[in-house]
């Protein structure tokens, strides 16, 4: 270093990098993120993910940039080169497509590319007949680095190439097409030294599912409802016989309540009342009594081995078993006596019930997260979710998460999916957005919505706009339950037959993952004043309380519309994930016309629903073409899949009618007219 | 702990917090943040700044956040307690005030609130007439737990409550009157251990400016050119002449282009011609010669002297100095020879001269900010800031920065900002928005912008709503030039004299930070071809090459329009501050409407610009009414600010008509009817 002549202050900062090379590669933006890249991105495994970062350097050098990738256990990474998509705004672009479910890691490098910004000006200079003797004296020290980081075989090469553009140098024309031949610019590419390269630091996680996780038609029932004798509990081997109806339907997942014995002490009776009748079974979230807990089946249902039987048959009928966990425990569940440190306790050290002042939940003792025991109740809850997976369940249901701490099923989740990558959870968290989104990012596959709630084509369209955000589906993956077993929407009590239809078309439309709770194809919708909610209803009869026996086949029932819609989704692309949607207007604002594409347009579904259960609504359409894919000018072909009518139209007004008495919705598939 | 009877797997993961508390508290998306936090974001000392934060814990307990800030230089933190202000979003919002210039630290810490999470239930019961014996015993245990941490004086009070309210168990509301008692809320509150505090980590940052960083009318000139005989350079004791001029049209910052001797050798002649004249004074941008470099004032202007006299001079007629700085240097710099490691040299080790092949740059020479003596260089570099800072320039324009390492930038910026947090910097990067964004973030203040080449309804609406976005207005300032000695816009050329007030209009109101080049309020608009940009124009005659010398008093200039404008941007706050801008729907796509308001609506702005001088256009206005706190029903009165002519309005659609031959533009403050 030169001797300064003028001293600066003593107390002006270390010069970054030290002696080392300056750094001048900028990364930014790499995506996706959740959180900054703290968190997952979900995507699916054998699809391919697409990776953009903004990457620049200061100046005018030109610059490479890689995507490097691996699983998580894995120790080499795999690297990917990115191309600039755009150029404007330095977007960096390139596809990874986990093999298989599991957690990966994914990072972004860049370095200058010194040999083609040299080029660049050099090629420019031969164009305009300057003289490049020096330039090429450049370009041949260049190659002569990039020579001697070459593997022995090719160094020959790449020196001869230098010395040649030295001898060349007087020869502009005849030097460029040598520094321009392919053969020397992929050794070039492959051995140039990556002198500046920036790596961005802490890599980011993407998490691979498999396809279930994205995509798949619930049907929840109670197995103890499925006999046919009025009043008396099916085993689980009885309600094996309901599994082709279901499948006839066209269901992907069977979810079971728990599946547990059940608590005697406080037991609730018939419709949430207080004292149960000697005959009444009980909820079968008040888990546990002295046949077991959670890692038991009710003696009622029949063995581990009726439950290993169904679940093999189930899956004949191609149903998978999701199971539900409801992390709580009657008052005769075993923990209650061999762990009470689990639990809360009174001063007086009596255990405490749960509470919600002044409500009172006597069958029912919440765990106590927090005990200075707590490390054996994790474990032991994380050795419960074990045994129901070497029991063929993998998928889980998980009732009320928000009310356990986050960081436990942090690590829960990880845990298992570590071992288990291909077991799914859904959250039933019904509460605030920030817990909600933030179970899905610490590992819930899956969430129930507020969709049982949003009726109108304004709050449909707001709260979907919301789902389908870029940010908001790399980590949310949604549920629509048109009902469960706790909530009764309001608009099928009093729209009837075409509201099941209507609910159903939008919720098997607008979310790739969807589910109905059995009753709904049979319409049912017999209601009481809810027992905790003001100016809300309830299922009368709720089979949370109650064995439930039904005609399956009555007059009705709606199951081959069911059947039809399934099908429908599974032959239809466009339906199977939450992306490619978009909204269209209309005159009417009972209707409510969206579509949903595939990213290349090859398959386009163009749904029309009328939200009003109770009027035949008439209205033009104002179609967005241009995210269609169709122009002002050509006609196309729609095709309802329900009915199977056809029209042609043209352009983006064009005449609709439902009357929700014969089809609440059009579902159309555009076609070439 | 309990021993385990039926053993895990050795394999699970262990348990988060091990043996201590479990956390509860999740902490999110604390703003403003810029890049996750890890960039400063810009406010104004002086002025408050909302700070907020997601917050929440699983389970219905209650919870308290406090926020965290000092001075970076600060060791002790301040606490400030945040309220909910969006329970539903578990949104919590605090205050705070940066006294002076600098940068600060904040941060968010939570914790639960044992005690008020106990009174809501205890309260609960109480108002149900149910029994609260254990209850009571637990509210006086948590009473004591906190009067074991607090101070000696007020642990009495504490503890003399808890054995109160043990006696009252039998007594609910009297035991309720107790605990909810203010004084002991208030003890509650100061000493109540943060058994399970959460604080985010590391802290985020906030820079603080002064007012000038956000709001400030520019006016550019050569002080060379502010003589009287033609041909002849002005010194800048004869440039001090023209500053009364300049303050009367109500300027703030007198921006100077470099002020340093002039290289000779391949100095540039008029109209950027290769050949100069024997009296061409050579471009100000050609820095250095035998004279001295960036550390020396140009002979013919004068000598350090005369510039502090200058800065003094303009500082009497409210003008503060922004000083040039080009860091590159004529091939006469005395850096040349005593410093040619810090300049890149060819093969033959001669020193390279600029290039942008196959164009050449032979009158600079550009510095190596990679050389392996970059220490030195970049040292030098922040010598030369402090000498112009110990002359009085607070402000520094820098020329290029882009093509130098972000790395140096941060480097010198935040060096001198730390010890000179009054000192201001704008960058003129015309690159790519990635580059832009990011010298904005690492320490610029403000920024050039695009608005130049911003001309239709479409892009300056698009334009101006991508910089006012909230994430872009936490790190960009933009500053608006009308033109500059390099940029003559073509609206300017075809458009004349209306153009420049309607250019000027825009500018001075869409952002709080605007610049005009000195020849504008002469509506100068002689054009050449540009010399690089294809079908572009630059200035005939530029001031870059010679010296020019005007009638700043010549027929047809907009100086009184000027100072009319600069006079309504200071007395309303609206037009001080980048946000609060709405744009208002016209059936003229020529029309561009728009309101700037206070966020306490006090004082609003409504802007019609008739955007095309060619000619008149008529209209109604489609106003957004909520967004100006107006109503449908009431009678407004809009006050023409430049004219003074008054209207009384209703509703959303008025009539306005716009002649650019007299005012191309409504500047209206809306007041009562």
Known sequence: MSPKKKPTAPDVAAVPGGSGPCPHIVIQDIRPAVDGGRRPAKRLAGEPCQVTATVFRDGHAR?????????????????????????????????????????????VEGWTDAYASWLDDFRKRVEAKQPVKSEASEGA????????????????????????????????????KLVEDEKLRSLVDRYQPREDAVRHDPPLAISAERERAAFGAWYEMFPRSQGTVPGKAATLREAERRLPDIQRMGFDVLYLPPVHPIGITHRKGRDNSLQAGPDDPGSPWAIGNASGGHDAVDPGLGTFADFDHFVSAAKKCGLEIALDIALQCSPDH???????????????????????????????????????????????????????????????????????????????????????????????????????????????????????????????TSYLRELTEPGMMDFFRPNFFVN?????????????????????????TLSPSYGIY???????????????????????????????????????????????????????????????????DTQSEDLLCYSKCTPDVANRLLMVVNLNPHRVVESMTRLDLASLGLS?????????????????????????????????????RIEPA
């Open 518 to 584: 059995s009753g709904f194809e049979l319409c049912e919708n017999q209601a009481i004043p809810h027992h905790a909610i003001p100016d809300d209803v309830e299922y009368k009869s709720s089979e949370k309380y109650e064995i439930r026996v039904r005609d399956w086949d009555a007059p009705g029932n709606i199951k081959d519309f069911i059947a039809r819609i399934n099908e429908i989704r599974r032959e239809n692309p466009a339906l199977r994930r939450l992306s490619g949607l978009a909204f269209h």
């Open 334 to 460: 075993p923990w209650v006596k061999e762990h009470p440190e689990w639990f809360y306790r009174r001063p007086d050290g009596s255990i405490k019930y749960a509470e919600n002042p002044p409500k009172k939940y006597e069958d029912i003792y919440p765990l106590n997260f927090d005990s200075p025991q707590r490390e054996s109740l994790w474990r032991e809850i994380r050795r419960i979710f074990e045994v129901w997976i070497t029991h063929g369940v993998s998928i889980f249901r998980v009732d009320n998460p928000h009310t356990k701490p986050l960081c436990f099923w942090e690590w829960l989740l990880s845990d298992i999916t570590r071992a288990h990558p291909e077991v799914l959870f859904l959250a039933e968290a019904f509460t605030r957005p920030p817990m909600m989104h933030t179970l899905a990012k610490i590992g819930f596959t899956q969430s129930y919505t507020y969709f049982t709630w949003r009726n109108s084509r304004w709050e449909l």
């Open 141 to 176: 020290a260049i190659l002569e680095r990039i020579a001697a980081a070459a593997a022995q075989k090719d160094r020959g090469r790449l020196a001869a190439a230098a010395q040649k553009l030295r001898s060349l140098a007087q020869q502009g024309e005849a030097a460029l």
């Open 63 to 107: 610059i490479c940039v890689s995507l490097f990738w691996r699983h998580e256990e894995e120790r080499a990474w795999r690297e990917e080169p990115m191309r600039c998509q755009n150029p404007g705004l330095d977007l960096w672009v390139a596809e990874i497509t986990p093999p298989v479910p599991g957690h990966y890691l994914f990072t």
């Open 632 to 668: 002002e000018a050509e006609p196309f072909a729609v095709h309802d899949l329900i009915t199977g009518q056809r029209w042609t139209w043209r352009g983006a007004q064009n005449y609709v009618r439902l009357d929700p008495q014969q089809e609440p919705a059009h579902l159309f």
């Open 484 to 508: 469960t077993p706790d909530i009764l929407p309001l608009i099928l009590v009093k729209g009837g037959r075409p509201a099941f239809k209507m609910r159903l078309v939008l919720a098997a």
